[in-house]
T-cell receptor
Framework: GQQLNQSPQSMFIQEGEDVSMNCTSSSIFNTWLWYKQDPGEGPVLLIALYKAGELTSNGRLTAQFGITRKDSFLNISASIPSDVGIYFCAGPNSGGGADGLTFGKGTHLIIQP | ETGVTQTPRHLVMGMTNKKSLKCEQHLGHNAMYWYKQSAKKPLELMFVYNFKEQTENNSVPSRFSPECPNSSHLFLHLHTLQPEDSALYLC???????????FGPGTRLTVL
């Protein structure tokens, strides 16, 4: 089946730093989604990307849909304590979404005081 | 009103118990999903319902039984579970199966 590889697995940063994480796949995806999950809660959709090369922002978050359709990047500028959590990339399964989403294993973001 | 709700938020059950998880979405979506999230593993898709019809059963053991009486409600009936079934169970919905999914807060299930 399709797999999404996220890196890094964990990030330890200082408040105020910028954050970059990425997601790669051996398969082509036509949609890339980025979610954030807080402890004990469900994932919350941050950004959705629908076109290769697309660059989309949501406040301090910026995500890009790679030209090859096999990768995507998420950047967070000027991190704040509430950015702590697990960030997941996801894309529709090969059934065009009819089979649900494939998720990466997540990037754990930890902000040190 | 919260988009996708799940009840209960926490559930502890013995291996011989029968319980049900409930999911309700207030977004007017037509597709609903059950996912399992275990520690240190990616989210695993369990079931997909599209316009109340089950379109995907991702090799889930029969001790998990889904039910979708209408497009707004989804249930997961549990019986004779195993301790390894302990996990966070997440419900999601989307406008169609081709649109982005919105998740509920999950039910933390512990099987003793």
């Amino acid at each position: 089946g399709q797999q999404l590889n996220q890196s890094p697995q964990s990030m330890f940063i200082q408040e105020g730093e910028d954050v970059s994480m990425n997601c790669t796949s051996s398969s082509i995806f036509n949609t890339w989604l980025w979610y954030k999950q807080d402890p004990g809660e469900g994932p919350v959709l941050l950004i959705a990307l629908y076109k290769a090369g697309e660059l989309t922002s949501n406040g301090r978050l910026t995500a890009q849909f790679g030209i090859t359709r096999k990768d995507s990047f998420l950047n967070i500028s000027a991190s704040i304590p509430s950015d702590v959590g697990i960030y997941f990339c996801a894309g529709p399964n090969s059934g065009g979404g009819a089979d649900g989403l494939t998720f990466g294993k997540g990037t754990h973001l930890i902000i040190q005081p | 009103e919260t988009g996708v709700t799940q009840t209960p938020r926490h559930l502890v059950m013995g291996m011989t118990n029968k319980k049900s998880l409930k999911c309700e979405q207030h977004l007017g979506h037509n597709a609903m999903y059950w996912y399992k999230q275990s520690a240190k593993k990616p989210l695993e898709l369990m079931f997909v319902y599209n316009f109340k019809e089950q379109t995907e059963n991702n090799s889930v053991p029969s001790r998990f039984s889904p039910e979708c009486p209408n497009s707004s409600h989804l249930f997961l009936h549990l019986h004779t579970l195993q301790p390894e079934d302990s996990a966070l169970y997440l419900c999601a919905s989307s406008r169609t199966v081709y649109n982005e999914q919105f998740f509920g807060p999950g039910t933390r299930l512990t099987v003793l």
